[in-house]
Every structure is written in structure tokens, then in C-alpha cells.
């Protein structure tokens, strides 16, 4: 950084222009130009955008951040920022000078003529999108295009990798947070399970992280507390079938993200034969804290994911959320297989959890996953 550069003053301590620390869960490192967007004098846009962003996955996932800091980094781009969590470099980007990111988002009716703008991509969504000098912005919105300011781009951007990495996020510190905000609204099911049954705060952090890497939110802490404790209670000590139980009692919760207006859920089934199949080669590793998954003979893990490929695409005609609709036998591994294999957005409801739901939600099947012969 220039040393006759002023640095720009921070709204708050816990948003800073310094050094990161070790501990720092997430970091985001801006080039140079890109520094009056927390800069208390001009505004500090990009602050407004990461409150949103605390407060969209605190309402949504029940999950409370930790700090974010903003730290300048001499040698990245000028315009460019990279996004890290404990360390790990999750993601990166690089903003155009004076301009704007323009994307259709389906509702523009009269396409201009953007041969002349350069293209680019949602750095979030990966959508298709175009750079625009920003005095062209009321032009392309009366055209219904979408234009987003710099500070937004980087908003979003950071709510989309914090919702992918939630499991890395969360850790020991987050969870006693959680445990102490959950003690002050209902003391007796924290007392009950964690110093009653004695039930490791560590299985309880895996049990939360599992949930949150298939998308279930964690705001209804207290029932799933108490599932827990009810299915330890009376003798269930594995780590994925207690999942499984918690994910029964909040069934409903899970499943109404996929349904639409009309509570219909459109699904791809599993058939009852390929369930067979799949069944037989999932392996148990010994350890009770790791997931179970298939052990195919050579090829066998290729034609799965061609089967899969090839049934959901009735879903991506249609503009479905991708939910598979299977057996609670496979359900947790082959949930865990899709996202292994880059099907992440891709979601498993088993058919245990729709019976009991069955009076909220209709389930239309689109499609099937089968073997050959079927």
C-alpha cells in the first residue's frame, strides 16, 4: 500500500483495515481501489453489505458469525479481492474500475446490444453477466436488467461461500455459543442431554456440521437438542442415525425449502431394485464418526453418476430444486456421494420423511434412477 495513502477510518472495532490473525475465521483481503468501500468517510458500503450478510445466515442457517475482518493486501489486482476462512484461500474475484455488473435475471423482455460491453461472470451464482460504465445503469434497469454496485457484488459473493463452507466455519467456540444462547431459552434440554446423558459436545458439533452440509437450517435448536436427547436416551449412540432421527423430527422444516406455492415437491426416485444395488455396497468404516460410502467394482461409480446425470435433467427442463427421493437405507450416503462427486446443490429427502409430512406435502415423481435391466 502507498505509504501516503490515508488508511480509511472503521465504523466499528470489530470491522478493521489490519493484519489477520490465525484465529480469524474469515478474511477478506481487498486491492487497493477497492478500499473506500470501508472507508467511514465515503460511506463504507461494503460493512452494510456484510451486516446483511450476518443477519441473512444468522435468520436463515441459526448460525452466529464470528467476526469478519477487511485487511489490503498489496499484491492482488487493484480492483480484485479473495475470500479466505482459517486460512484457506475459498475464493477470489476481480471488479472492473467505474463499473457496474449487469445480469439478466429472466426478466428482460427487450435484449439490447451488449457486444460492446465486455463479458464476465456472477462471481456467486456463476451467471452470465457484463461490465457497464455506471452512467449506463438507468438505461439497462429500464430494460430490466439488473445492475449491481461493487460493495453488493462483494456481498454476495461472501453470503454464497460462507453458506457453501458453514461446515468450516463452525467450530468448537461457535457451537458452546450456541449451547450458552440455548441454556438461556430452555436450560432443562441442555442440562438433560449434556450433563445428565453426558453427550459429547464434539458429536454434537459433527451432528450440526452434517446437518448444515445438506442444508438444514439450525434455527430450531431446541428440537433437535431434544430429539438427540430423547433417541440417546433410549439407546441410540450412532452419530448418522441420530441424524437421521433429528432430521424425522424436523422433517417438515427440511422439506418445505423444495416445495412451491402449492406444497408440491418434484422429485427423481430411486427405484427399488438400484436401492437393492446400492444397499450392498455401502461400507461401514469402523470408526463411528465416519460416513459410510459405496465401494463399487471398476466403473460402477461412473454409471451412477451417469444415471443420476441423466435423470435430473427432466428437473433442470423444468427449473426444479434437485431432490432425490430415496430409502432412509441410502439416504445419508448417498447424500454424501452427490456432494463428493460435484452434485452439490443436489438434495436427498427419504421416503420416512415424507410420511410424515404426507398431510403437508404432495410428492410428484418426474423421474427414476434405475439399473439396466429395469
Not at 142 to 154: L, M, Q
Request: negative net charge.
Amino acid at each position: 500500500m502507498n505509504k501516503n495513502s490515508k488508511r480509511p477510518l472503521i465504523f466499528e472495532n470489530k470491522y478493521r483495515i489490519s493484519r489477520c490473525q490465525p484465529y480469524d475465521a474469515i478474511v477478506i483481503c481487498l486491492g487497493h481501489a477497492l478500499i473506500p468501500l470501508v472507508d467511514k468517510e465515503k460511506g463504507a458500503p461494503l460493512f452494510e453489505e456484510d451486516n446483511k450478510c450476518r443477519d441473512a445466515i444468522e435468520k436463515e442457517y441459526g448460525i452466529i458469525l464470528p467476526r469478519i475482518v477487511f485487511t489490503d493486501y498489496e499484491n492482488l489486482p487493484l480492483t480484485g479481492y479473495c475470500i479466505y476462512i482459517y486460512g484457506d484461500k475459498v475464493a477470489s474475484y476481480k471488479l472492473k474500475k467505474g463499473h457496474l455488473l449487469c445480469i439478466d435475471t429472466g426478466h428482460v423482455e427487450e435484449p439490447v446490444d451488449i457486444s460492446s460491453f465486455e463479458r464476465t461472470k456472477d462471481p456467486a451464482y456463476d451467471m452470465e453477466a457484463f461490465w457497464v460504465p455506471t452512467d449506463k445503469k438507468r438505461e439497462l434497469e429500464n430494460y430490466n436488467y439488473t445492475c449491481v454496485e461493487p460493495a453488493t457484488i462483494i456481498g454476495v459473493h461472501l453470503r454464497k461461500v460462507i453458506q457453501d463452507n458453514l461446515k468450516k466455519i463452525v467450530n468448537q467456540r461457535l457451537v458452546n455459543e450456541l449451547i450458552n444462547r440455548q441454556r438461556s431459552i430452555n436450560p432443562d434440554v441442555i442440562d438433560n442431554l449434556l450433563l445428565k446423558q453426558e453427550f459429547p459436545i464434539s458429536t454434537l458439533k459433527m451432528i450440526l456440521c452434517q446437518l448444515l452440509m445438506e442444508d438444514v437450517s439450525v434455527c430450531g435448536l431446541t428440537n433437535i437438542l431434544e430429539a438427540i436427547s430423547d433417541y440417546y436416551s433410549a439407546g441410540e449412540k450412532d452419530m448418522f442415525h441420530l441424524i437421521e432421527k433429528v432430521r424425522l423430527t424436523i422433517a417438515e422444516r427440511i422439506i418445505k425449502k423444495y416445495a412451491d406455492e402449492n406444497n408440491n415437491v418434484y422429485v427423481i426416485n430411486v427405484s427399488r431394485k438400484m436401492t437393492e444395488f446400492l444397499k450392498e455396497h455401502i461400507y461401514y468404516p469402523e470408526s463411528k464418526i465416519e460416513h459410510s460410502y459405496f465401494c463399487f467394482e471398476k466403473g460402477g461409480d461412473k454409471k451412477l453418476m451417469e444415471k443420476v446425470s441423466s435423470a435430473i435433467h427432466v428437473l433442470i427442463e423444468k427449473n426444479y430444486p434437485f431432490v432425490i427421493f430415496c430409502s432412509n437405507a441410502i439416504r445419508s450416503t448417498l447424500s454424501d456421494y452427490l456432494r463428493r462427486v460435484g452434485f452439490n446443490g443436489m438434495r436427498c429427502i427419504s421416503y420416512e420423511e415424507a410420511d410424515v409430512t404426507r398431510n403437508q406435502f404432495n410428492f410428484k415423481i418426474e423421474g427414476e434412477i434405475k439399473l439396466d435391466d429395469e
